[in-house]
């Protein structure tokens, strides 16, 4: 699903404002604020449900501010709110009744564990271990491991475009897509300091530079510099050492991806997030004014929750 990696931190020396980015959702919006994240999803009778929580102490601290570190820990944050929010407003969409506590039961967090584990093995499967098995059917005519690394992540970055580009194909996911481009122009109005109202959200592109589709990119692109360097080992170890870096290449994907929204009008800015910026004209779509008022609501939610004093709201853990 398609998701901004951003987090809700001091901005660069672009902004003096904190940085909000989120996810879209089935029909909605998640924003993830400074102390509070935000949920806004279309009811089947036209009326947008809309509700906000507190961000737990876990993802949240000194921590949070550590190059590297940060980039593992926001990543762990944007999988479970985003899990968490795609189960919630799949309910509210079909119109069943949402539960006052946000779904957070013990057996419903049990159900987002699994499924999160689920799509983690799945995701492991298609985008490392797959390009993998695919490279070993060439490799007795490759003289350089190097060589044969590289191969490995071209097949992993055709893998992660062909996958992005054929499910925009089905009717549900083109409409993800166009509430993904609703939160982005709500995010890039937010940051130029406008009215958040339908015409000036209208005003932004859809692509925006801290997206998770551009994350997804990056990390495709590390993993290709860092694995080309492991030499050529069986094949259990080299699908280990795959998966035992992936928090390695995360922080330093992050770390990119935060450094190229900060200095977007720098040319070296602009470069480090053009590969991004065209992946997401496959992963965002326009979206019509309905949608763009679901984002709206969503970011408005967020804003107004982060400004009331942290000593008046609990902190539940997730």
Same mark, same amino acid.
């Given at each position: 699903?398609?998701?901004?990696?951003?987090?809700?931190?001091?901005?660069?020396?672009?902004?003096?404002?904190?940085?909000?980015?989120?996810? *879209?959702? =089935?029909?909605?919006?998640?924003?993830?604020?400074?102390?509070?994240?935000? /949920?806004?999803?279309?009811?089947?009778?036209?009326?947008?449900?809309?509700?906000? @929580?507190?961000?737990?102490?876990?993802?949240?601290?000194?921590?949070?501010? !550590?190059?590297?570190?940060?980039?593992?820990?926001?990543?762990?944050?944007?999988?479970?709110?985003?899990?968490?929010?795609?189960?919630?407003?799949?309910?509210?969409?079909?119109?069943?009744?949402?539960?006052?506590?946000?779904?957070?039961?013990?057996?419903?967090?049990?159900?987002?564990?699994?499924?999160?584990?689920?799509?983690?093995?799945?995701?492991?499967?298609?985008?490392?271990?797959?390009?993998?098995?695919?490279?070993?059917? =060439?490799?007795?005519? /490759?003289?350089?491991?190097?060589?044969? %690394?590289?191969? @490995?992540? !071209?097949?992993?970055?055709?893998?992660?475009?062909?996958? !992005?580009?054929?499910?925009?194909?089905?009717?549900?996911?083109?409409?993800?897509?166009?509430?993904?481009?609703?939160?982005?122009?709500?995010?890039?109005?937010?940051?130029?300091?406008?009215?958040?109202?339908?015409? %000036?959200?209208?005003?932004?592109?859809?692509?925006?530079?801290?997206? +998770?589709? *551009?994350? /997804?990119?990056? !990390?495709?692109?590390?993993?290709?510099?860092?694995?080309?360097?492991?030499?050529?080992?069986?094949?259990?170890?080299?699908?280990?050492?795959? =998966?035992?870096?992936?928090?390695?290449?995360? *922080?330093?994907?992050?770390?990119?991806?935060?450094?190229?929204?900060?200095?977007?009008?720098?040319?070296?800015?602009?470069?480090?997030?053009?590969? +991004?910026?065209?992946?997401?004209?496959?992963?965002?779509?326009?979206?019509? @004014?309905?949608?763009?008022?679901?984002?709206?609501?969503?970011?408005?939610? *967020?804003?107004?929750?982060? %400004?009331?004093?942290?000593?008046?709201?609990?902190?539940?853990?997730?």
């Amino acid at each position: 699903m398609a998701r901004s990696s951003t987090d809700a931190q001091p901005a660069g020396p672009q902004s003096a404002r904190p940085l909000y980015g989120g996810q *879209a959702v =089935i029909e909605g919006v998640m924003i993830r604020g400074v102390r509070h994240y935000s /949920l806004a999803v279309r009811r089947p009778d036209g009326d947008i449900f809309c509700d906000t @929580e507190p961000v737990s102490t876990r993802f949240s601290g000194r921590v949070r501010r !550590v190059p590297m570190v940060r980039g593992v820990l926001i990543l762990a944050e944007t999988l479970w709110y985003g899990m968490k929010s795609l189960q919630r407003s799949a309910i509210i969409a079909a119109g069943e009744a949402d539960s006052p506590d946000g779904s957070d039961s013990a057996a419903s967090k049990w159900t987002m564990g699994v499924t999160m584990a689920i799509a983690l093995a799945l995701g492991i499967g298609i985008f490392l271990v797959l390009p993998l098995l695919a490279v070993r059917l =060439i490799d007795p005519f /490759l003289e350089s491991s190097v060589v044969s %690394n590289l191969i @490995e992540g !071209v097949i992993r970055l055709i893998i992660l475009v062909a996958y !992005v580009a054929g499910i925009s194909a089905m009717k549900d996911i083109r409409r993800v897509y166009a509430y993904h481009g609703a939160e982005h122009m709500a995010v890039h109005t937010y940051e130029a300091g406008q009215e958040l109202t339908v015409d %000036n959200v209208r005003r932004h592109p859809t692509p925006h530079p801290r997206c +998770g589709t *551009a994350f /997804l990119l990056t !990390v495709a692109v590390v993993s290709v510099l860092v694995f080309a360097l492991l030499g050529r080992p069986d094949l259990e170890w080299r699908i280990l050492s795959r =998966i035992a870096l992936i928090p390695v290449v995360a *922080a330093v994907s992050y770390e990119i991806i935060r450094f190229a929204g900060a200095h977007r009008r720098a040319w070296f800015g602009k470069a480090l997030a053009a590969p +991004g910026l065209a992946l997401q004209l496959i992963t965002t779509r326009q979206p019509d @004014e309905d949608q763009i008022q679901v984002a709206i609501a969503a970011m408005e939610a *967020a804003l107004a929750a982060d %400004n009331q004093p942290p000593s008046q709201v609990a902190d539940p853990q997730p």
